[in-house]
């Protein structure tokens, strides 16, 4: 039966969240259970996808990259794929009607991966765009449930916090992301001579970027907030420690926020929802 196999593609999905990310897979508990099943799979798209260009080192990126996004293409046309990971997300871009140029977008960031180890401010702007903005946006078209006005009034602040994401994710990685990979993501930042001025000046944009996007999330369906301003906490909170942290440390360990916090933030985040303390 073809169910069976939507079925199992779904826990695919929901297993490949679970196992890479602790804090979104929290967030997704709190939304309403019907957001479960398309945001997992939006998620399990990306994390594949993402794992390609940054993982699969002795192997043709190229070439599984482009394979890929091609299945995916044709997932979409043809309504089913046998990569369970492809086949559900068809689903939720069909059932949400999710708009093909996000998925392009998306693609090209990844693509940029290959071969781009340093970015100006253009091609930083366009990274962002595709690795985190246009995933905020594919998520939004779930949350709003086909409600294209409010899919657009939206969308700008969901942007914002897709963007702050991504930021905090490479403050937070710098040190990997340069001495495994080679990439720097800031524009005109040399990593051998990382300053405190050159940090606080990424900071003040990353909370320009939490700033805006708050007063989306104020604004999202109740269906999906709860489970959005969980993760705008625990990045929030992520973020706070790196600002905190002096530069020679950032570039000597990894900063995490662990899981009883992430435990203890949740019920925080619970409590400040349901008194509307948002």
Do not use: W
Not at 76 to 91: A, C, V
Not at 130 to 147: K, P, Q, R, W
């Amino acid at each position: 039966m073809k169910s069976l196999f939507d079925d199992l593609s779904a826990e695919c999905s929901k297993r490949t969240t679970q196992r890479y990310s602790t804090s979104f897979s929290l967030g997704i508990k709190l939304l309403d259970k019907s957001l479960h099943r398309p945001i997992y799979a939006i998620y399990g798209l990306v994390r594949f996808a993402d794992e390609i260009v940054d993982s699969f080192h002795e192997y043709n990126k190229e070439d599984l990259i482009a394979e890929f996004k091609k299945d995916t293409y044709k997932s979409i046309s043809d309504g089913i794929s046998l990569n369970p990971i492809l086949n559900e997300f068809q689903r939720a871009v069909n059932q949400y009607k999710i708009d093909p140029k996000l998925i392009d977008t998306f693609f090209k960031s990844m693509e940029m991966d290959l071969d781009d180890k340093y970015h100006d401010v253009l091609s930083y702007e366009e990274y962002i765009l595709g690795s985190a903005e246009v995933v905020g946006l594919m998520c939004l078209h779930v949350f709003v449930e086909g409600d294209h006005a409010r899919f657009k009034a939206l969308e700008p602040y969901a942007m914002s916090l897709g963007a702050a994401f991504q930021k905090v994710n490479f403050l937070r990685d710098m040190k990997a992301d340069y001495e495994s990979l080679g990439r720097t993501y800031f524009p005109g930042i040399d990593m051998e001579s990382f300053t405190t001025e050159h940090k606080q000046k990424i900071e003040k944009e990353i909370e320009e970027d939490f700033r805006i996007a708050l007063i989306g999330i104020k604004k999202l369906p109740h269906k999906s907030r709860k489970g959005v301003y969980l993760a705008y906490v625990y990045y929030l909170t992520l973020f706070r420690k790196i600002k905190n942290t002096p530069v020679e440390k950032i570039m000597e360990t990894r900063i995490r926020v662990s899981n009883p916090s992430k435990i203890g933030l949740m019920v925080q985040s619970m409590i400040q929802h349901k008194l509307n303390l948002l």
